[in-house]
């Protein structure tokens, strides 16, 4: 059975939180990936920034609908989604764009198990994580050339 280990890519592009923006767009344009790992000065992982993280930056602000009553004025989307959305598209660096969720897996996991997470979860890279240092990632061009060794 093979595992992550056997698959993943060790030399990893990182970025840190205070990366700016910009730094972090000639990243995504210099290379063929969709996410970059966010670590900390030690290696451990913190969060990961996508591509789509990026382009939102330059979509339209969504005005939300609002309902006034009397003399209230009251957003229909949510005042904190307006606040997202002006947040991420004036962001100027990765700590304000990034998700901090991120779903990973470890160099002792089967192949199989980061493909169903991959699958499910609609990802094109997993981070691999040993005790909290980032080691590697893991992605769906790694599992097909899994497949089909040459």
């Not at 451990?44 to 009553?69: C, F, K, M």
């Not at 004025?73 to 990765?94: F, H, W, Y």
């Amino acid at each position: 059975m093979q595992t992550v280990a056997d698959i993943m890519t060790r030399s990893v592009v990182t970025v840190r939180r205070e990366t700016s923006i910009r730094d972090l767009s000639e990243i995504f344009r210099n290379h063929s990936f969709g996410s970059v790992p966010v670590v900390d000065d030690s290696g451990h992982l913190l969060g990961i920034v996508t591509a789509s993280d990026l382009v939102e930056q330059g979509r339209n602000l969504h005005i939300p609908t609002v309902l006034s009553i009397f003399d209230w004025v009251i957003p229909l989307g949510g005042e904190r989604s307006l606040e997202k959305d002006l947040q991420r598209i004036t962001a100027q660096t990765v700590a304000e764009i990034c998700s901090s969720d991120v779903v990973t897996v470890t160099p002792g996991d089967p192949v199989s198990t980061a493909a169903d997470i991959m699958s499910e979860r609609k990802l094109h890279a997993l981070p691999v994580v040993d005790n909290g240092l980032l080691v590697g990632m893991v992605s769906r061009i790694d599992i097909i050339r899994n497949l089909n060794p040459a």
